[in-house]
């Protein structure tokens, strides 16, 4: 089915995030996406991910253009597809200032240009080609991979949130990831992403949260945590971006709460972005919902993985999900 599974980073544990992977492939949805923020590294666990699967994709979603190498993670893309043929799926990102510059050391600098150079020098790395490359960032001369490079071409999705993303995404990626974007939004979204080629992807990381089992308003007060998380504490961009979007006022009063500490009250302001960023309701509801996304479009359903419980709950979501989706192309 053309629907994936991701993981709320916070707190993600990998041995919740291969049960889960491996119930993914066993419900049959299409591909997992493995975090990376500060908890768990990315490529180590797509290496596991990929052992104990044999089918399901295994995306890194995402890792950022400053903390390694281009050549390194173009290194690493060969070495998971040797474990796993065909299986693997990029997703790069820039990260944010306060993260690259205070927890990795390094000048966040010129975002734009870097990632677009970094995957101009992955490129050629996995294509084991001679990687000569002059650029404002990358400058590199004699570079040639020494194993056996990738067969087929490497997919690559940006993680892009405004148009200025979302056009790089058009112009030089395989599609994007698109994280915290309004459900209402997505066609402006898809109009940027598949300007030049309306074949392009687009990844919509979403949580998740049925009524079937889950308590409804418990649900949507994790998921208003979620909001409220982002728009505050995750630098300017989420907050900007939903701000462009038509949802100024809503985020603006999220910050004013949360910033004089009416933690609870911000919680509420941020109930009305929740069916626009998230999937809350019946079972039924919820798998229309995402059959009627563009074809173009692979909603992704995201879970925490702290735990075992964790795990419990996205098996039981997954499960439940696949069989209303079945049922509706059954008609």
Not at 106 to 112: E, G, M, Y
Request: hydrophobic content about 40%.
């Amino acid at each position: 089915m053309n629907v994936g599974v991701g993981f709320d980073w916070r707190g993600a544990n990998l041995q919740a995030m291969a049960r889960i992977a491996r119930g993914a492939e066993e419900f049959g949805y299409d591909v997992v996406w493995v975090p990376e923020a500060w908890g768990v590294e990315a490529f180590s666990s797509i290496a596991h991910i990929l052992t104990i699967t044999g089918r399901v994709k295994v995306g890194a979603g995402i890792v950022n253009v400053y903390s390694r190498s281009a050549t390194l993670i173009g290194m690493g893309c060969v070495t998971l597809d040797q474990i796993a043929p065909d299986r693997f799926i990029l997703g790069l990102g820039v990260s944010g200032r306060g993260l690259i510059e205070k927890w990795h050391g390094l000048k966040f600098t010129d975002p734009f240009t870097r990632v677009v150079e970094y995957l101009e020098v992955i490129r050629k790395t996995v294509s084991g080609e001679r990687v000569d490359y002059a650029g404002k960032h990358l400058n590199l001369g004699g570079f040639r991979l020494y194993t056996q490079p990738l067969t087929k071409p490497l997919q690559v999705y940006l993680a892009a949130l405004g148009d200025r993303s979302l056009k790089l995404a058009a112009e030089h990626f395989d599609g994007s990831i698109l994280t915290m974007y309004p459900a209402s939004k997505l066609d402006h979204a898809l109009s940027i992403t598949t300007s030049l080629n309306p074949n392009k992807r687009a990844y919509l990381f979403q949580p998740v949260a049925l009524n079937t089992f889950d308590n409804t308003p418990d649900g949507v007060r994790q998921i208003a945590r979620t909001i409220v998380f982002y728009v505050t504490s995750m630098g300017d961009y989420y907050y900007r971006n939903l701000s462009r979007l038509g949802f100024e006022r809503v985020v603006e009063r999220i910050r004013m709460e949360y910033r004089v500490g009416r933690r609870d009250e911000a919680l509420r302001a941020a109930e009305p972005l929740v069916d626009e960023l998230a999937l809350v309701g019946a079972p039924g509801e919820i798998a229309e919902k995402l059959a009627d996304y563009p074809k173009q479009v692979t909603p992704v359903l995201m879970f925490k993985a702290e735990n075992h419980e964790d795990a419990d709950r996205a098996l039981k979501t997954m499960g439940i999900l696949g069989e209303e989706l079945r049922k509706l192309r059954g008609r």
